[in-house]
């Protein structure tokens, strides 16, 4: 007879397996939480509690890191996620109500995400592309010049992928 294991068990087995990579190595925060979150989608507490004792290293510290940096969630993601650059540049061109309009088609709002919207949207400062200003990003693709009439456009192409 087989013996059946929960589903989050194994991808905390994938987890301990890639953070043995990591043990003993300074510096290899950051790339531990990236893999991390490829595999949860996401950091949830328990996951990052895991990454602190796999490395010996405090979990203040784990946290700082993964509240610092805009790539890291802490609650469930959508399939995509929509970065709304809020730079000055982006600002000034109109990026706040591009927000706006994103929230209303994706139906939820930064930091939160709907469990049947296929979107997350977060903010960033700037991404470095201010003379495209205003700028969407969608992974580590930037989209410059939106506006909220592009944005069904773009959602749509995002959900055929």
Do not use: W
């Not at 200003?133 to 944005?151: D, F, Q, R, S």
């Amino acid at each position: 007879m087989a013996v059946k294991t929960d589903p989050e068990e194994k991808l905390y087995e994938r987890l301990d397996r890639a953070l043995k990579k990591y043990k003993g190595k300074p510096g290899v925060l950051i790339a531990a939480l990236q893999e991390a979150q490829e595999i949860f989608g996401y950091l949830p507490r328990k996951v990052m509690i895991q990454v602190a004792n796999r490395l010996t290293i405090p979990l203040s510290e784990v946290y700082s890191v993964v509240s610092f940096y805009s790539l890291f969630s802490t609650v469930p993601t959508g399939k995509h996620r929509l970065e709304v650059c809020l730079g000055t540049a982006c600002y000034v061109q109109g990026a706040e109500e591009l927000l706006r309009e994103l929230q209303d088609l994706c139906g939820t709002e930064p930091g939160k995400s709907a469990p049947e919207s296929p979107f997350s949207i977060s903010t960033t400062r700037c991404v470095g592309a201010c003379g495209a200003a205003p700028i969407v990003k969608i992974g580590e693709e930037l989209h410059g010049e939106m506006t909220p009439e592009k944005l069904p456009s773009l959602l749509e192409e995002l959900v055929k992928e």
